[in-house]
């Protein structure tokens, strides 16, 4: 036990300088993970460290689909939500269909069966690695939603039909009308599931006298009672956790009070900086004991076969994001659509953002060991095999030439007439005015005996004729030059403050507990002044 958690503690270790090395040279994290693992996989000595895939599905997942559901827009989401849904379900299948058929011409001995069922595992891109990419890079917010959504959606499609082909080769037989009406029963029961615990928490938070650590503890239960109970009654866990997260994050503000929020964004991102680290790594150091297990298969001919599947399955989803633009152009004319001329710029980009990571590694983890009639499970070391090198593929190659792709493709933003700095200086000016008017309006009787209020006033005016000062386009420099100025002043005077309450404290007067009260205000004023103006950075 102590050897595993030290184990576990210098995993940990490594991937803080890992991560740190990527915002060095500026690449995605995630890619330097996978391929520092690889490298330590090669250290002679090296514990051999094995995947649960359960340990996956149950105790990793969950909470990453959930924390990257809380951070999907809802209102993004359901303007696209045909895109996203055509991708996250009917893309799968095709790309399922696809890769059973090339398999079956390619390898010998390798049924459309197994094909499908490798065809399951590697069609969804992952929603870590698509999130965890794209953070950095400079995208339109229509790709990153879509992106980001299908890829919430595309785990549950893609483990419901490696569910079914697992069962068809193990027992060998399958109905095409029960798979059928099974898949979307367990679709819409995944959904209600995750709606109904969603309810139950939405009334806790909203009615019951929770505190901000009930309630970032609640939403860590959350995802965990929504995937087991749902994968409980074989509906789909990861359905069920989608749909709850994005019903209780477009209601936070209501659900939450401003602590309750403060505490858990910081923990959630923490919590899942550190998760999504462990997943990468581990994806990295599972080459030995794939290599190890591919049996009678040599090792060259696997690594040919991995690459001829990376490039179907590259190839075939460039040509469904292709192709879907054209079916839009031709459907818009019958029905409404968010966009009838999206062109190709996008749909490359979109085609282009298909890493693959954690589920199709975990679904491939997962299969059987035997078949129903005790017999090995055929060919489960090839597929695993083949597994690991469509998602070094996919995530590093098109991991590294993602942004390289955007840059060339130089999509403009098209659903917002207004840039984001344009957006925030409008929406700070309206704030300060509306304030402002609010006072002068229900509180004008206090104001001349208020000395508080009164600063408050000459604030907001301050706010107001800046904002409209830099929003001029020939201020615009100006307005810059003054901000980097006023953050950078109020940081050393902050830092000021800290040094001078630090001092306090060496006295017998003071209590540390009021010190330290302080001290975390003067956090909380430095996190806002970074948040203020945050677009213009």
Known sequence: MHHTIILYLSLIVVILFLVMLAQRIKISYPIVLVIGGLALSFVPGLPVVTVDPQLIFLIFLPPLLYEA??????????KWRRVIGSFAFGIVILTS????????LLIP????????LLGGIISPPDAVAATSILKDIKVTRRLITIIEGESLLNGASSLIVFRFAVIAISSGTFVFSDAVGSFFMVIIMGFAIGLLIALVLYAIHRWMPTTPSIDTTLTFVAPYAMYITAEEFHYSGVIAVVTGGLFLSSRSQIIFSHLS????????STVGFVFNGIIFMLIGLQLPVIVRQLGETSLSEAIKYGLIISMVVIV???ASTIGASYFTVMISRFITTADSRPGLRGPVIFGWAGMRGVVSLASALSIPLLTDYGQPFPQRNLILFITFVVILVTLVFQGLTLPLVIRWMNVKELDYSLSSHEQDVMIRRKLAEESLNMINTRFADQITQNDLLQSLIYKLEGDIGFLNHIQQPEEISSGFADIAAYR????????????LLHEFNKKAMFEEEVIRQHLAQLDLEEEKIRQQFLHID
């Open 69 to 78: 559901a809380w951070q999907t827009s809802w209102k993004d989401f359901w």
């Open 97 to 104: 269909c696809v890769i059973a058929y090339v398999n079956h």
């Open 109 to 116: 001995e390798f049924t459309l069966a197994l094909g499908f």
């Open 261 to 268: 929020r403060m505490y858990t964004n910081t923990v959630w």
């Open 316 to 318: 075939t989803r460039m």
């Open 488 to 499: 950078a002043i109020a940081k050393e005077l902050l830092n000021h403050k800290r040094s």
